[in-house]
């Protein structure tokens, strides 16, 4: 086989994978955008590490100067971060008067009246019993 031949047949195989690739960076950019909306941090560090791995997957497919996959991946992790940004700061100013039911129930129940804690505490302390044990390491020769 000539080299031409071996290259057309790499690009056969790699150019696939790298589409596979950049459709899965795609779907971990999404997950995200998803997760910094919601103001997940583990999940979206989570994805984007994921997502790092997906991507080099994709730059497979420069192998046959196709550079659309890499693009397309870089880009949709940029833009969901930047989607994800503005509807978490949306979010949090539409919400910034309401209460959320957790915190309606904690509210309640740090209103309920409290007992004082007790002037004095007895601590019991078990009584060691003596050993026969003498602490010496005995050395012999």
């Not at 790298?18 to 941090?41: E, K, M, P, Q, S």
């Not at 833009?79 to 910034?96: F, K, Q, T, W």
């Not at 009246?113 to 078990?126: I, K, Q, R």
Request: proline share 6%; glycine share 12%.
């Amino acid at each position: 086989m000539t080299t031409a031949a071996i290259a057309r047949d790499l690009a056969g195989f790699l150019v696939p994978i790298g589409w596979i690739g950049a459709a899965l960076a795609v779907v971990c950019a999404i997950v995200a955008g998803a997760a910094i909306a919601r103001g997940a941090g583990g999940l979206s560090g989570g994805a984007v590490g994921v997502w790092i791995p997906m991507a080099l997957l994709s730059s497979t497919a420069s192998f046959a100067h196709e550079w659309l996959p890499l693009i397309a991946s870089g880009a949709a992790l940029g833009a969901m971060l930047v989607l994800g940004g503005i509807v978490r700061a949306i979010v949090s100013v539409a919400d910034n008067g309401r209460m959320t039911r957790s915190a309606a129930r904690a509210a309640a129940a740090s209103a309920a009246p409290v007992e004082p804690a007790p002037a004095t505490t007895t601590v019991l302390v078990p009584a060691r019993t003596p050993s026969t044990a003498t602490g010496a390491i005995a050395v012999v020769r």
